[in-house]
């Protein structure tokens, strides 16, 4: 077994930092500071996952626990996808397993984080979008578990499907299938149709 060396703050004039998998590695060997490095990299996309899955009163103990689970796994992680589409996926699996845990009604809605309107839009046109943006929000809250993590791990955080699929451990035809039923019944529920 070769030794991991504990990884030192870059000071500009150092080698270049270690990518992702190798991070992973040294997690796997007891190395904090790669994990310190994967949380400083890969902090957002989870915080976005957590956040468009998850209650806002559970996101950031999600979060914590998504890098909690990425140290304790991270002997086990086999390069089969990214490791922004592994975390992502342990964030979801994470999400799924707090909500057949815990039977409470969800409090309040969280809102999609889009894009910015431009400044020179109409006050109408903001409006409208702020209340499409909400029945999105709802249409996405309604969509059972396994449709809803295909469409944000796909659609909003842009992990290609046959990655998305194998960090979820399904087969690429099955998450394909989730994909589509969600666009479906979201496009139905934004329509005021019954999916």
Known sequence: MSRVLPLA???????APLGDEALVAACAVGDANALAALFQRHHDAVHRICTRLAHASEVDDLVQNTFVAAWT?????????SVRAWLCAIAANLVRKSRRSEARK?????FL????????RGVDDQVADRQLCDR????LDALPDDLRIAFVLCE?????????????GLRPGTLW??????RKRLLAALEGEEP
């Not at 969800?106 to 969280?110: E, F, N, P, V």
């Open 106 to 110: 969800r409090s309040a809605l969280g």
């Open 177 to 182: 299938r989730r994909l589509h039923d969600a």
């Open 136 to 139: 999105l929000q709802v249409a």
């Open 9 to 15: 703050r870059s000071s500009g004039t150092g080698p």
């Open 113 to 120: 984080r889009l894009a910015p309107a431009p400044a020179r």
């Open 73 to 81: 796994q991270a002997g086990r992680f086999r390069g089969q996808s």
């Open 156 to 168: 909003i955080e842009q992990i290609p499907g046959v990655e998305a699929a194998r960090a979820l």
